[in-house]
């Protein structure tokens, strides 16, 4: 049974990586250790995710149909991921710097 949940999550995440160019921003270009500095900026594209979210919401209650809530659902989802990964980002460089600073100090005192 775990079998078949973890087999259709890892399908499911080949999936939304593979065509959904967000998802391979965040994964492979802005979660890396040597660019976290990019978290900040990385917030400034969040706000074109709720402004499509936006006029989703528009059209839905405007008399839209009702699975255009799908793709709003999505942009909503990755314009909060876009709008967290700016905090994390900077909590990440900083816990790295600090970590780099200790093995600097260690290895002065040793030497």
Do not use: Q
Request: include cysteine; hydrophobic fraction near 55%; aromatic fraction near 12%.
């Amino acid at each position: 049974m775990f079998s078949g949940i973890i087999a259709g999550v890892i399908n499911t995440f080949g999936f939304l990586t593979r065509y959904l160019p967000s998802l391979r921003l965040i994964m492979r270009i802005i979660h890396r250790r040597d660019s976290h500095k990019w978290g900040v900026p990385a917030m400034l594209i969040a706000a074109p995710y709720f402004f499509v979210a936006n006029i989703f919401k528009e059209l839905i209650e405007g008399g839209g149909e009702p699975w255009l809530s799908i793709p709003m659902l999505w942009c909503l989802v990755m314009g909060l991921v876009f709008l967290a990964m700016g905090p994390v980002g900077l909590i990440l460089v900083a816990k790295a710097r600090v970590l780099e600073a200790v093995a600097r100090r260690r290895a002065k005192r040793y030497a």
